[in-house]
C-alpha cells in the first residue's frame, strides 16, 4: 500500500538504549545496568544482561549500538585468553580498558558504543575505567548510557568516598532504580556483578523487587 | 665439547648426526670471544656491569656502549657482535613499546624476554639468514614483582638468573658472583662488588686498557633503568682497585 511505513524494529538500529554504572570500593568493584533493548520505540528484549565478561575478574557494562559494543567485548574477551596465556598470569583491569578504548578510538567513526570496564586485579585491588568515544581514564565511579542522564545530580550528590561494598551495591541499585523510571529507553530487570579477591557475584534483581521512590 | 662440524656445519637449517645445529654453537663462541657482561639481582634491584675494551687510545670515551635502555623500567647488557646486539636492542626497544601501546602498563620482563627469544631462535630455523652472534642479559625493578633478570643466549632460550655473566671471563666471574649473598644485599652494596668482579675477571696481560660500565635499576631509581652516577662509580671503581692491591698484598705476604 501506497504510504504504509514499515515497523520501526524493522529499520531502525537496535541500541541498548540503557543505564549503565560501575563503582569502585576498598578491595573491588560493582557493575550494574538495566536490560532493556530498543529498536526505535519498540523493545525488542526486555531481558538483556548488558553485563559482559572480559575476564574471570573483569568486566564491562555495554551500551550504545548493541552490535558494535557486543562485538567490542568479544574481540577483548578474546585478545585478553591470548594475552592471560602469553604472560602467564591474570591480565591487568588497566590492560582491558586499554584494549577496549584502542578498538573505540581506532573506528570511532564506525562505531557508535561506550563500554565501562570494571573489576579487580592484584596490583591495584579495584577499579573502573570509562572509554567513552576512545579516551580512557580512571574514575571512582562511571554512569553511561542514556538513562544516566537522568542520574548525574543523584550520584554527584549521594557518592561518598570509602563506601563498603554493601553501600556501594545499594548505591548501585538505587541509581539504576531511578534511571530506569524516567528513561524511556532504560528498563526491565537490574543486573548487578560483584567482584573481589575472592569472587564474582552475578545478581538480578526483578521489576518488582527495585527499590520505589515517591510517585510509586 | 669442541669439535669441528665438517659438512654439517654450513648452514643452520642442518642438523649433524649427532644432533647438533653447528651453526648455533659457532655464534655462542663468537659471544664467548667478546669481553665480560655480568648481572646480578638483590634484595631490591638489579645492577650490570660490562668490561669495554679499549682498543685505541684515539677512542672517545662512553662511545659504542654495551649497556641499552629498553623502556624506562628495563636495562640490557650485551656480549658479542656489537652490531647484532644492536638490532636486537631495537627489536625489543619496539616489543616494548607494542605492548605498552596494546595494554597501557610497563611489560612484564618475562614476557619481553620470551618474546626478544623468540626472535633470536627464528633466526636459527633458515639457511638464508645467520643466528644472531650475541648474548643479552634483561633486568627490571618493579615495586609488585621486585627485581627481575633474564639471560637470552643465540639458541633462543631465555633462562631467569639470581646472577649471570657472558663473555669470555664468563666461568671466572660466575664463580665471584657464586660467592655473593645477592639475596640480602642492597644496589648500593651491589654496585661495588660488581665493579670489583669486573676488575678482578679483566686480564691484565692479554687485553691492555678497559671502561668499565655500571648501570643499575631498582628501588634506588624508583624503577628506572640509569647508568649509576658518577660519584657512585668512582666510590665502586676505588673499591674495586683497593680490594685487588689488599689481594695482591696478602699474596706476598704468604710468600
Not at chain 2, 652490531?83 to 610497563?106: I, P, Q
Request: aromatic share 8%.
Amino acid at each position: 500500500m501506497l504510504g504504509e511505513a514499515e515497523p520501526q524494529w524493522i529499520s531502525e538500529e537496535v541500541k541498548t538504549g540503557t543505564t549503565i554504572i560501575a563503582i569502585e570500593f576498598n578491595g573491588g568493584v560493582v557493575l550494574g545496568s538495566d536490560s532493556r533493548v530498543s529498536a526505535g520505540d519498540s523493545v525488542v528484549n526486555r531481558v538483556m544482561n548488558k553485563l559482559s565478561p572480559l575476564h574471570d575478574k573483569i568486566y564491562c557494562a555495554l551500551s550504545g549500538s548493541a552490535a558494535d559494543a557486543q562485538t567490542i567485548a568479544e574481540m577483548v574477551n578474546y585478545q585478553l585468553d591470548v594475552h592471560s596465556l602469553e604472560i602467564d598470569e591474570d591480565p591487568q583491569v588497566r590492560s582491558a580498558a586499554t584494549l577496549v578504548k584502542n578498538i573505540s578510538y581506532k573506528y570511532k567513526e564506525e562505531l557508535s558504543a561506550h563500554l565501562i570496564v570494571a573489576g579487580w586485579d592484584r596490583r591495584d585491588g579495584g577499579q573502573v575505567f570509562a572509554t567513552l568515544g576512545g579516551l580512557l581514564t580512571r574514575q571512582p565511579f562511571a554512569i553511561g548510557g542514556s538513562g544516566s542522564s537522568y542520574v548525574y545530580g543523584f550520584v554527584d550528590a549521594e557518592y561518598r568516598r570509602g563506601m563498603t561494598k554493601e553501600e556501594c551495591q545499594k548505591f548501585v541499585v538505587n541509581t539504576l532504580a531511578l534511571a530506569m523510571n524516567r528513561d524511556g529507553s532504560s528498563g526491565g530487570v537490574a543486573y548487578i556483578v560483584t567482584i573481589d579477591e575472592h569472587s564474582t557475584d552475578e545478581k538480578v534483581i526483578l521489576g518488582n523487587d527495585l527499590p520505589t521512590f515517591f510517585d510509586q | 665439547m669442541s669439535s669441528i662440524g665438517t659438512g654439517y656445519d654450513l648452514s643452520a637449517s642442518t642438523f649433524s648426526p649427532d644432533g647438533r645445529v653447528f651453526q648455533v654453537e659457532y655464534a655462542i663462541k663468537a659471544v664467548e670471544n667478546s669481553s665480560t657482561a655480568i648481572g646480578i639481582r638483590c634484595k631490591d634491584g638489579v645492577v650490570f656491569g660490562v668490561e669495554k675494551l679499549i682498543l685505541s687510545k684515539l677512542y672517545e670515551e662512553g662511545s659504542n656502549k654495551r649497556i641499552f635502555n629498553i623502556d624506562r623500567h628495563v636495562g640490557m647488557a650485551v656480549a658479542g657482535l656489537l652490531a647484532d646486539a644492536r638490532s636486537l636492542a631495537e627489536v625489543a626497544r619496539e616489543e616494548a613499546s607494542n605492548f605498552r601501546s596494546n595494554y597501557g602498563h610497563d611489560i612484564p620482563l618475562k614476557h619481553l624476554s620470551d618474546r626478544v627469544a623468540m626472535y633470536v631462535h627464528a633466526y636459527t630455523l633458515y639457511s638464508a639468514v645467520r643466528p644472531f652472534g650475541c648474548s643479552f642479559i634483561l633486568g627490571s625493578y618493579d615495586k609488585d614483582d621486585g627485581p627481575q633478570l633474564y639471560m637470552v643466549d643465540p639458541s633462543g632460550i631465555s633462562y631467569g638468573y639470581w646472577g649471570c655473566a657472558i663473555g669470555k671471563a664468563k666461568q671466572a666471574a660466575k664463580t665471584e658472583i657464586e660467592k655473593l649473598q645477592m639475596k640480602d644485599m642492597t644496589c648500593r652494596e651491589l654496585v661495588k662488588e660488581v665493579a670489583k668482579i669486573i676488575y678482578i675477571v679483566h686480564d691484565e696481560v692479554k687485553d691492555k686498557a678497559f671502561e668499565l660500565e655500571l648501570s643499575w635499576v631498582g628501588e634506588v631509581t624508583n624503577g628506572r633503568h640509569e647508568f649509576v652516577p658518577k660519584d657512585v662509580k668512582e666510590e665502586a671503581e676505588k673499591y674495586a682497585k683497593d680490594s685487588l692491591e689488599e689481594e695482591d698484598d696478602s699474596d706476598e705476604d704468604n710468600m
